[in-house]
């Protein structure tokens, strides 16, 4: 069968035509406008944007409270777990003084020195809350806030299992000793941590050698850390006692 030939366009259709890809072309250009002006409000810091931010995770009855119900929607959206440790530098940035609560004033203070107004710009913040915790001086810092951030606030000392949760968060990776710490804290007398207490665990584990062979018994340590050191050389000389005999 012999291709039919093709139709010659018509002036009114190729004025359609033409009319259809300069609406087309219109709208790509109008988009990609409106797109490029989203993207440069969102470059800048706004405390106005930041408020509302804050008042997605509040409730009517408490609109300048963001607490646990709203805590566990903020950290969903930007896409970390409550108990990562980068939620504990945030609230440090913040000046937060409850664990689990961010105040309107707190939200607003940490924010705006992060520069932070929405979901998008808080995860690219992320990393660099983290990486605050590679500088020993704010690792400090932050470690000794943590204390007086979880206590409760009506108790002048930590309770021993918030405590061992804490150390673990922020000493678990890096304290070669602190299994054997966490292990003796379980077998102790101990059912509170007090601040002095709790400083002098992050010096312990900085300055003391695996071994123990610069502890000086006899030096300003709590009573705490001296009682750990003597039951971890009774633990090893018993592994070490048993390994001979076998």
Partial sequence: MPRGKRRAPEIGDNMDGQSKRARTSYTTIATQQTSRRHIRAEDGF???????????????????????????????????EPENIVMLVLAYKM???????????EWLKGLTDLECDSTAKMVVKLDYLRSILNDPNSF??????AYDFAKDSDQRSMDILTAKAMLQLLLGKHWTLYPQFAQFLEQSKYKVINKDQWCNI????RTI???LSNYDIDGAWPVMLDEFVEWLRLQRGLVVGSSGSS
């Fill in 46 to 80: 706004s405390q106005k944007r930041c408020l509302a931010w804050f008042h997605e995770y509040t409730t009517p009855d408490e609109p300048d409270t963001l607490g646990p119900d709203g805590m566990e929607k903020f950290c969903e959206d930007i896409g970390v």
């Fill in 95 to 105: 000046g937060a003084t409850q664990m689990g609560f961010f105040s309107q004033q």
């Fill in 140 to 145: 400090k810092s932050i470690y000794r806030y």
């Fill in 202 to 205: 992050l010096e312990f584990s």
């Fill in 209 to 211: 050698c695996i071994d």
